[in-house]
């Protein structure tokens, strides 16, 4: 077996203090995950408010027999703490992590600071992510999605996404959403939205794609020159079309910069397939509307099989979502104005048209 590897990171005075009892970077030897090291901050001293340490994985990662590599503030110790028993006591750190998304490994670091005895631990996992067939949509729906996913989970995995809400919400530096695909995409779609009134543009936040989850290529950034969708119009959640690179495997959503607040949450994830079937074929589907003007019913009527469709305002925010459609739709419960019905079909391609509700 492999021995487990401690690395300590060089840091100024300050810094030490600062990140005492703070893990600083994970990883594995010899592979590459597919998102950087993200954590979320423990509590001193507290069992019940650890904090979390997370890389994902392609799914054909071999993790049952690795080398781990641990870093952390200078003069820090870092030790795998054994919980089935009481008191809790050092053991060896494991080699094989296959396990470690279902059952945390718990990672203490102690020492560097002030306080030499003080300590803090994190709930330290491997993720692996399991590749979806295209098309996939990945749509939250609910309240706590962010808590949602398992080792089974299929189509995306995170790292240290915050808990208890309703989207996939990115809340600081280097934390990250990445989805995996097993098909040649077309497009790619998402809603995204800001949680503060205006885009930080010293903020950089990223939307990558990777063939084979190694090299990055960036697919948009948003930045200092190009600012979040709707961050300075509307609080509503933008809606973001974009072509992407048919080798493309991975896409990862990930906070490159964020010295300034604004949390960022992704919603509606859609991937395409292909460009035969992509969003840029929409046009041809024979899909009808009507009536134009409409009071209470509005009436669908397609060739091709319907998975969803957006009621999206004026505004840009999406009203109502409709699934199960059997020939039409109640829109009675709409003020009157005019929407938009993005059209959703099975085959991942989309048709927007447009209607009054009077």
């Given at each position: 077996?492999?021995?487990?590897?401690?690395?300590?990171?060089?840091?100024?005075?300050?810094?030490?203090?600062?990140?005492?009892?703070?893990?600083?970077?994970?990883?594995?030897?010899?592979?590459?995950?597919?998102?950087?090291?993200?954590?979320?901050?423990?509590?001193?001293?507290?069992?019940t408010?650890?904090?979390?340490?997370?890389?994902?994985?392609?799914?054909?990662?071999?993790?049952?027999?690795?080398?781990?590599?641990?870093?952390?503030?200078?003069?820090?110790?870092?030790?795998?703490?054994?919980?089935?028993?009481?008191?809790?006591?050092?053991?060896?750190?494991?080699?094989?992590w296959?396990?470690?998304?279902?059952?945390?490994?718990?990672?203490?670091?102690?020492g560097?600071?002030?306080?030499?005895?003080?300590?803090?631990?994190?709930?330290?996992?491997?993720?692996?992510?399991?590749?979806?067939?295209?098309?996939?949509?990945?749509?939250?729906g609910?309240?706590?999605?962010?808590?949602?996913?398992?080792?089974?989970?299929?189509?995306?995995?995170?790292?240290?996404?915050?808990?208890?809400?309703?989207?996939?919400?990115?809340?600081?530096?280097?934390?990250?959403?990445?989805?995996?695909?097993?098909?040649?995409?077309?497009?790619?779609?998402?809603?995204?939205?800001?949680?503060?009134?205006?885009w930080?543009?010293?903020?950089?936040?990223?939307?990558?794609?990777?063939?084979?989850?190694?090299?990055?290529?960036?697919?948009?950034?948003?930045?200092?020159?190009?600012?979040?969708?709707?961050?300075?119009?509307?609080?509503?959640?933008?809606?973001?079309?974009?072509?992407?690179?048919?080798?493309?495997?991975?896409?990862?959503?990930?906070?490159t910069?964020?010295?300034?607040?604004?949390?960022?949450?992704?919603?509606?994830?859609?991937?395409?397939?292909?460009?035969?079937?992509?969003v840029?074929?929409?046009?041809?589907?024979?899909?009808?509307?009507?009536?134009?003007?409409?009071?209470?019913?509005?009436?669908?009527?397609s060739e091709?099989?319907?998975?969803?469709?957006?009621?999206?305002?004026?505004?840009?925010?999406?009203?109502?979502?409709?699934?199960?459609?059997?020939?039409?739709?109640?829109?009675?419960?709409?003020?009157?104005?005019?929407?938009?019905?993005?059209?959703?079909?099975?085959?991942?391609?989309?048709?927007?048209?447009?209607?009054?509700?009077?």
């Open positions: 077996m492999k021995k487990c590897l401690f690395t300590l990171s060089a840091m100024i005075a300050v810094a030490s203090v600062l990140n005492a009892q703070r893990l600083t970077s994970l990883s594995v030897s010899g592979l590459t995950p597919l998102t950087p090291y993200a954590s979320v901050t423990p509590t001193n001293n507290s069992t408010s650890r904090g979390v340490a997370e890389l994902v994985f392609p799914s054909a990662v071999d993790l049952t027999n690795v080398a781990i590599s641990f870093g952390a503030g200078t003069a820090s110790s870092v030790a795998c703490y054994d919980y089935s028993v009481s008191p809790a006591v050092p053991m060896p750190t494991p080699t094989d296959s396990n470690s998304a279902a059952s945390p490994v718990i990672v203490r670091v102690t560097g600071g002030t306080v030499p005895t003080d300590w803090a631990e994190y709930n330290t996992k491997l993720k692996k992510l399991i590749s979806s067939p295209l098309p996939m949509t990945i749509s939250t609910g309240a706590n999605f962010s808590d949602s996913w398992t080792p089974s989970t299929v189509g995306w995995a995170a790292t240290a996404i915050t808990p208890n809400k309703p989207n996939l919400q990115l809340g600081a530096a280097g934390r990250s959403v990445v989805i995996g695909f097993s098909d040649a995409p077309d497009s790619l779609i998402f809603t995204i939205k800001i949680g503060a009134t205006s930080p543009t010293n903020n950089v936040f990223n939307v990558d794609g990777s063939a084979d989850g190694i090299t990055w290529a960036s697919i948009v950034q948003y930045n200092a020159t190009n600012l979040m969708p709707n961050s300075t119009t509307s609080t509503a959640d933008a809606t973001v079309k974009l072509k992407i690179d048919p080798n493309f495997r991975y896409v990862r959503y990930i906070y910069t964020k010295p300034a607040a604004g949390n960022v949450g992704i919603d509606n994830i859609r991937v395409t397939k292909s460009v035969t079937t992509g840029n074929k929409a046009s041809l589907k024979n899909v009808k509307i009507y009536p134009g003007l409409v009071r209470d019913i509005l009436n669908i009527s091709e099989p319907i998975t969803e469709i957006y009621i999206i305002a004026a505004s840009g925010q999406k009203v109502r979502t409709f699934q199960k459609i059997n020939g039409n739709i109640n829109v009675a419960n709409l003020a009157d104005g005019v929407y938009l019905a993005q059209i959703l079909f099975k085959d991942g391609s989309e048709k927007v048209t447009r209607f009054v509700k009077q």
